[in-house]
């Protein structure tokens, strides 16, 4: 299926739980920022929410067509949420969201035009953290940069795999459901759409700016989920999502190499993400072991969620 702007369909989507200090931001920036064709729309799943995001989201409602909800009284893990998304969307092409971030003007417009080539699957954003000046501000930029660098890394070779949970888009029909217990959505779906011999690309110029966790505790609780979420999908489907911790020595060499020259100020601090992400790698191991899936319902990164 060719990507025609004139003739196509876009859905979006947006798994939200107390959301209310940034998805009306995010809801304007969809409806008046990004140029959206005539034929869109954009499906919120609002999860057991305790705040005002349902309400905000059927204030949009009433002003615009194009926004549906879906309601959610219990809040069951994200992949069901977005199940419930993917079995009603009407597009051709699927661009997911997180809830708390925000896309630049423009950025999904760049994400789409990709699809003109028939050979690709799927196509990520570039997500870039806000606050910059704090110890973990320097950290979010260490380990958010890295996989940008990645994910440019294996565009340019050919071999992307992995889709940024933040911002991406997918042809339909190439992964419209994912398992109940998957934790990273996006690494599977970007696993599937390899595994389907499409074309993975990366966008660069698509950026989604998002605020990243600003104590310890809740960089070391975030990255413990994602890092189990990636072994989860390697034990799903045999297959590793082409992220820098799975990536072989002569790839990871090159990607460090490449984010140095440009990133030499923040050497130091990458020292410091190393050591934080084997913790956190052991465990999200140790997690792996386990029989009970303790992330499907996953522990929320209070301080990701202050307004952008």
Not at 85 to 105: C, M, N, R, T
Not at 109 to 130: C, M, N, T, W, Y
Not at 278 to 297: E, G, P, S, T
């Amino acid at each position: 299926m060719n990507w025609d702007p004139e003739q196509s369909s876009i859905s979006i989507g947006i798994c939200a739980y107390n959301e209310e200090k940034n998805i009306g931001s995010l809801l304007e920036n969809l409806l008046c920022k990004q140029n959206l064709p005539e034929r869109s729309e954009i499906i919120v799943a609002c999860s057991g929410c305790t705040d005002r995001t349902p309400e905000i989201v059927e204030g949009f409602m009433r002003k615009d067509k194009r926004v549906r909800l879906i309601l959610e009284r219990e809040r069951t893990g994200k992949a069901p949420a977005l199940n419930r998304i993917l079995s009603i969307y009407d597009g051709k092409i699927f661009v997911h969201l997180d809830a708390d971030h925000i896309p630049e003007p423009g950025a999904l417009g760049l994400l789409l035009k990709h699809f003109r080539d028939p050979e690709v699957g799927a196509v990520s954003g570039h997500q870039i953290p806000v606050q910059l000046d704090s110890f973990m501000g320097k950290i979010c930029r260490v380990i958010w940069g890295l996989h940008n660098e990645t994910q440019s890394y294996y565009d340019r070779k050919g071999e992307a795999q992995h889709l940024g949970g933040v911002l991406f888009a997918i042809k339909r029909g190439v992964c419209d459901r994912v398992p109940e217990d998957i934790v990273n959505d996006d690494a599977y779906m970007g696993v599937v759409c390899r595994a389907r011999r499409y074309k993975v690309a990366f966008e660069k110029n698509a950026v989604a700016a998002f605020r990243g966790p600003e104590t310890v505790f809740d960089y070391v609780n975030q990255r413990r989920r994602v890092v189990y979420g990636h072994l989860r999908v390697k034990k799903e489907t045999t297959i590793s999502p082409m992220v820098l911790e799975a990536s072989p020595l002569r790839d990871k060499v090159l990607i460090l190499s490449r984010w140095l020259k440009e990133n030499w100020r923040l050497a130091h601090y990458l020292l410091a993400a190393v050591f934080l992400e084997a913790v956190v790698n052991v465990m999200a191991r140790f997690d792996l072991a386990k029989k009970k899936n303790i992330h499907k319902v996953w522990k929320i990164a209070t301080t990701t969620k202050n307004k952008l």
